[in-house]
Structure formats: C-alpha cells, structure tokens
C-alpha cells in the first residue's frame, strides 16, 4: 500500500500555514533546512468527512467506536486530539488513526496545534 507524500508547513515568523505547493524547490528547500521557523506537517493519507486532508498536527474529533466499551454499538463518547506520528504510524488519543478513518464517518478537522490551541483545552462533553 502506498500513500502520497506530501507536506506543509508552519511558518513560525509569520504564524501561517503554508502549502507545500505554495512554496519553489529552494523554498521548500529553506522550510526543510530551517527548522526553528518552518515546522512540517507530515500529510497522514487520510481525509475527514469533508474530504480535507488530514495532516500531523491537526487537531480532530471522533467518537472512538468502542466495542469494549459498547459491545460493538456506536456510543457516543467523542473523543478530540492532535494526529501525531510515532512509532511508525499516526496516532491520536492513543488510537491509530487508520482504525479512526475506517470506524467514523464523522471523523473532522476542527483545527490545528499552532492556530488553535484551546481547543485542546475544551470539553468535549
């Protein structure tokens, strides 16, 4: 299986996300060599329910579709955290992403670690 690669990235000195097709061979050049201001965003090969891709970073909410907790029914415990890359795979809130995509047709961006902070602050419930 294989996924596009792709990128974007976090201006620090502007505070601006910038597409990575937005960018020339030296630009992306300088984002990838300057890493105290340009930070990537890793694109995950995923999109959410409005078909917008998703990226590491990118903060989403999703109901976590447990079947230990519910027998296999649809709960409605709605979970919201950054997508984050370790171990090889995309995560959030401890729970692989492509086990996200795949379980939620309500999977959604609601923004992102660098513009929307308190977010990750809020309640879900």
């Known amino acids: 299986m294989s996924r596009e690669i792709k990128f974007e990235f976090w201006d620090t000195d502007f505070n601006e996300m910038i597409p990575a097709d937005e960018l020339t061979a030296i630009g992306i050049g300088n984002a990838l060599t300057d890493k105290k201001r340009y930070i990537p965003r890793q694109y995950t090969g995923l999109k959410d329910k409005h078909e917008t891709n998703i990226y590491e970073g990118d903060i989403i909410e999703f109901n976590d579709c447990s079947y230990d907790r519910t027998g296999g029914n649809r709960g409605d415990q709605i979970l919201r955290g950054p997508v ?32 929307n902070k308190e977010l990750l602050e809020e309640s879900t419930t």
């Open 84 to 115: 984050v890359y370790t171990g090889a795979a995309f995560w959030c809130e401890g729970i692989l992403l492509i086990d996200v995509e795949c379980n939620d047709e309500e999977l959604e961006i609601i923004g992102n670690i660098y513009e």
